[in-house]
C-alpha cells in the first residue's frame, strides 16, 4: 500500500531556531500534500494544502512566513517552522492523496516538535 | 458552517462491542472516514463509506446514512489494543477533509 515516510519522529530545539521536517511518498506521486497540526487530545488541524509546483493554500490563522511549506517534487513536500517559539511545540502530520485510489489518503507518522 | 460531532470519550469492556456515533453537516459529501489513533502516532486509516449501508472489515465495521447525516463505526470482540482514539472525518464538495474533535475508547479488562 501506499506509504508516506515523515522525518523526523521528534525533535527538541531551541526558541529562535528554524526546524525542517520532511515528507516522502514512496511508492506513489503524491501532487497534494496537507499538513496537520494536532494538540494534546484534540483532533487534526488542517494548516496548508500545497500542491506540487505551485505556492501553498494556507487555511486562516496560518502564518505562512512561520509556517514555510515547499513541494518542489512529487514525493517531497517540506514544512520548516521558523523562529520556533515554545508555543510551536506541538504534533505535526502530513497527509499525502494517492491519486491512484479514490479517496487515497495516507498519513506520515508525525514529528513531535518540542521547543524549549 | 461545517460541523462534525463524536462523542468525547466511551468506555468498554475486553470482549464486548462498542458503536461510536458520528454526525455531521458539510457543504457537500464526498465520503466518510474513520481513522484510529494511538497516543503520540498518526492516525491510521480503518473504512471509509460513500454509499449508504454497513462495510465490514472483520471485527471493525462502518455504517453510513447519508439522509440522515449520520455513520457509526463497531467494534466487535474488542481488545485491550483498541484503546485509541477513533477519527470521524467528512470528505467535503472541495474533496478537502474535514475531521471529528474524536473519540477516546477505553477499553477495561
Known amino acids: 500500500g501506499a506509504v508516506v515516510s515523515q522525518h523526523p519522529s521528534r525533535v527538541i530545539c531551541k526558541s529562535g531556531t528554524s526546524v525542517k521536517i520532511e515528507c516522502r511518498s514512496l511508492d506513489f506521486q503524491a501532487t497534494t500534500m496537507f499538513w496537520y497540526r494536532q494538540f494534546p487530545k484534540k483532533s487534526l488541524m488542517l494548516m496548508a494544502t500545497s500542491n506540487e509546483g505551485s505556492k501553498a493554500t494556507y487555511e486562516q490563522g496560518v502564518e505562512k512566513d512561520k509556517f514555510l511549506i515547499n513541494h518542489a517534487s512529487l514525493t517531497l513536500s517540506t514544512l520548516t517552522v521558523t523562529s520556533a517559539h515554545p508555543e510551536d511545540s506541538s504534533f505535526y502530520i502530513c497527509s499525502a492523496r494517492d491519486g491512484g485510489r479514490d479517496y487515497g489518503y495516507t498519513f506520515g507518522s508525525g514529528t513531535r516538535l518540542t521547543v524549549v | 458552517g461545517q460541523n462534525i460531532d463524536q462523542p468525547t470519550e466511551m468506555t468498554a469492556t475486553e470482549g464486548a462491542i462498542v458503536q461510536i456515533n458520528c454526525t455531521y453537516q458539510?457543504?457537500?459529501?464526498?465520503?466518510l472516514f474513520w481513522y484510529q489513533q494511538h497516543a503520540g502516532e498518526a492516525p491510521t486509516f480503518l473504512s471509509y463509506?460513500?454509499l449508504d449501508g454497513l462495510e465490514e472489515k472483520g471485527r471493525f465495521s462502518s455504517f453510513l446514512s447519508r439522509s440522515k447525516g449520520y455513520s457509526y463505526l463497531l467494534l466487535k470482540e474488542l481488545q485491550m489494543k483498541d484503546s485509541a482514539s477513533y477519527l470521524c472525518a467528512v470528505m467535503d464538495s472541495n474533496y478537502q477533509l474535514i475531521w471529528g474533535a474524536g473519540t477516546k475508547l477505553i477499553i477495561k479488562p
Open positions: 458539510t457543504s457537500g459529501f464526498n465520503g
Open positions: 463509506n460513500v
